[in-house]
C-alpha cells in the first residue's frame, strides 16, 4: 500500500486538460476546484496516518517501497546504539589457551550464574580458557559442556558475587524472523572488542556444511559484517533479544564479503540447557544419505515429482534401515553426476511437508529427541506410503 498523495498532482492535470482542449474555465471555478482538492487531500492525509499507525513504526514513501525508518516511534539509528548500550556489558571476548598457541573469539552472557554461551569451534581442544569484558575486568572460566553438531559451546565464569553481578540477555523467537529484518551483531572480530554492525535477515533454514563432515540445518543467513573473531557472539532483533549465535563466513579470503550465518535461538534453546546440565546434547538420527529431488532425477525415475528427498544409501542396523526404508537400486548419469536412483522418496515427517534435505533435518533438529517416534511420507514404486521410525542418537562426528 502506497501513500496517497492527489491534490496538486490532479491540479496539475486539470491545467494541462484545460490548456489541451481549449477548455475555458474561471478564475472563481479554479479556486472551488482548489478547495475541494485541498479537502480531499486533508481526508487522504488522514487515512495515511491511519496507515502508519496500522503499520507500527514503518514509514511508507509513496512508491511500492517500504523503509525502515523507525522502531516504535524511534529512529533506527537510535535504536542500534539503545540495543548496544543495553547489550554491551552482556558480551565478552573468549580466550582460549590450546597446545597450539591462543585464539579468540566472541561469547555473551546466558544466565545469572554466569553461563557463557559461545562457538564449539571457538573452544575447541583449549585447555584454559578467560572472559574479558568491555570494561576491562577478565576472569578465569571453565568448559560445562559442547555440541559440534550444533556448534555450540558453554562455558562458566569463575567468580563470586562480590566480583560481577551478571546480565543475561534475553533469547527471542528466531521462528519469527522475516527475511529483510533489520538485525545487529555484536562481537570481537580480529579481537577488536565491543564491535557492533547490523544489516538484515537474508534468508533462513540455511544448511550449513562443516569442516567436520556434517551439516548444521535451520541456520540463518546475514549480511550484518562478521568476521573471525566475531564467532559466538550474539546476534540480536531491534528488541535487543538473542535471535542467533554468529558462527561462520563464506569467503575465499577469511574476511567478510557479504554472507555470514547464525545458529538460531530456536536451537539454541534446545541444546544449551541440556549442555549445563549433563555436558552433551543428543541429536535425533535417521540414518540415511541421498539428495534433493530436481526435474532431471524425476525424469530418470519416471515421476512427476518436484521436490522432496530421494534416499540414495541407508546406515546398515540404522533407525531408517530397521523401519524398512530403502536407498537405491541402480546408479544414473545424470548431467555428470552419479546417482542412485529407485530408492524410497521422503515428501512429509509427520504430516509436515518435506521439500528437500534442509527441511527434513531442520524438522528432525527443532521438533524431536532420540527415541521420539515418527511418520515417514514416502513415494516408493510410484505410490505413496506411510512408514514409522523410532529415531536413534546421532553418532560421534
Do not use: C
Not at 56 to 73: A, H, K, P, Q, R
Not at 200 to 209: A, E, H, T, Y
Amino acid at each position: 500500500m502506497s501513500r496517497l498523495t492527489v491534490g496538486a498532482t490532479i491540479f496539475a492535470l486539470l491545467l494541462s486538460i484545460t490548456a489541451l482542449w481549449g477548455i475555458m474555465i474561471t478564475s472563481q471555478q479554479f479556486v472551488n476546484v482548489a478547495e475541494e482538492l485541498n479537502r480531499l487531500q486533508t481526508a487522504i492525509e488522514e487515512v495515511n496516518n491511519r496507515i502508519d499507525n496500522q503499520l507500527g513504526g514503518y514509514t511508507v514513501t509513496t512508491t511500492t517501497t517500504v523503509i525502515l525508518t523507525e522502531v516504535d516511534g524511534e529512529p533506527d539509528a537510535n535504536v542500534i546504539s539503545r540495543v548496544f548500550e543495553e547489550a554491551k556489558e552482556s558480551v565478552v571476548l573468549v580466550r582460549v589457551i590450546n597446545r597450539f598457541g591462543e585464539s579468540t573469539g566472541s561469547g555473551f552472557i546466558y544466565d545469572e550464574e554466569g553461563h557463557v554461551i559461545t562457538n564449539y569451534h571457538v573452544v575447541e581442544n583449549g585447555v584454559k580458557f578467560k572472559v574479558s569484558f568491555l570494561d576491562g575486568s577478565v576472569f578465569d572460566a571453565e568448559l560445562v559442556g559442547s555440541d559440534p553438531y550444533s556448534d555450540l559451546a558453554v562455558l562458566k565464569v569463575v567468580a563470586d558475587d562480590s566480583e560481577i553481578q551478571f546480565k543475561p540477555l534475553k533469547l527471542g523467537d528466531s521462528d519469527k524472523l522475516r527475511i529483510g529484518e533489520r538485525i545487529i551483531a555484536i562481537g570481537n572480530p580480529f579481537g577488536l572488542a565491543g564491535t557492533v554492525t547490523s544489516g538484515i535477515v537474508s534468508q533462513k533454514n540455511r544448511l550449513l556444511p562443516t569442516t567436520r563432515g556434517f551439516s548444521i540445518p535451520g541456520v540463518i543467513q546475514i549480511d550484518a559484517a562478521i568476521n573471525p573473531g566475531n564467532s559466538g557472539g550474539p546476534l540480536l532483533n531491534m528488541r535487543g533479544e538473542v535471535v542467533g549465535v554468529t558462527t561462520a563466513i563464506e569467503s575465499p579470503i577469511r574476511g567478510f564479503i557479504g554472507v555470514g550465518y547464525a545458529i538460531p535461538s530456536s536451537i539454541v534453546k534446545r541444546i544449551v540447557p541440556k549442555l549445563i546440565t549433563e555436558g552433551k546434547y543428543e541429536h535425533s538420527w535417521l540414518g540415511v544419505a541421498g539428495r534433493n529431488i530436481d526435474a532431471e532425477i524425476a525424469k530418470a525415475m519416471g515421476l512427476k515429482l518436484k521436490r522432496g528427498f530421494l534416499i540414495e544409501e541407508v546406515v546398515p542396523n540404522g533407525p531408517a534401515a530397521k523401519a524398512g526404508i530403502r536407498g537405491g537400486k541402480e546408479e544414473v548419469n545424470i548431467d555428470g553426476n552419479i546417482v542412485r536412483i529407485g530408492g524410497d522418496i521422503v515428501v512429509a515427517i509427520n504430516g509436515y511437508l518435506v521439500d528437500s534435505i534442509e527441511t527434513l533435518l531442520t524438522y528432525l533438529e527443532k521438533n524431536t529427541s532420540p527415541g521420539d517416534e515418527v511418520t515417514l511420507t514416502i513415494i516408493r514404486d510410484g505410490r505413496q506410503v506411510e512408514v514409522t521410525v523410532i529415531l536413534g542418537v546421532r553418532p560421534p562426528p
